[in-house]
């Protein structure tokens, strides 16, 4: 395992302008891919959605537009501001009214 102090910090001062927006659909970009966290920020289209699949456990945070995520059998509205936590094995999905960018943590598997 690395020595913690030989880690750089990861310094992204505008994620939103990471997001990638394509009409073929969401094209994630992973901020951090590893064994025991992945965070990535993702772009939708309006009207593009993620079709709900179970996970492991994550946050949603939304950083611009508005849309509606379900959890299971909860479907709630998101905009800029709004986080939504999706416990272990939740099938969760969502689609965008307007542009949508959310940065997405979630645990490894």
């Known amino acids: 395992m690395p020595n913690p102090a030989t880690?750089?910090?990861l310094h992204y001062p505008v994620?939103?302008?990471l997001a990638l927006f394509d009409a073929a659909g969401p094209r994630p970009q992973f901020?951090?891919?590893g064994a025991k966290l992945k965070v990535l920020v993702a772009a939708l289209e309006p009207g593009q959605c993620i079709?709900?699949?179970?996970e492991t456990l994550a946050i949603y945070y939304f950083i611009e537009g508005d849309?509606?995520?379900?959890v299971n059998d909860d479907t709630?509205?998101?905009q800029a501001g709004t986080a939504v936590i999706a416990p272990p094995g939740a099938s969760r999905g969502?689609?965008?009214?307007?542009r949508l960018v959310f940065l997405a943590a979630k645990a490894g598997e």
């Open 7 to 9: 880690i750089p910090a």
């Open 15 to 17: 994620v939103r302008d």
């Open 31 to 33: 901020l951090v891919d």
């Open 51 to 54: 079709p709900a699949h179970p």
């Open 67 to 70: 849309g509606m995520m379900t």
């Open 76 to 78: 709630f509205p998101v």
């Open 94 to 98: 969502m689609e965008a009214g307007t």
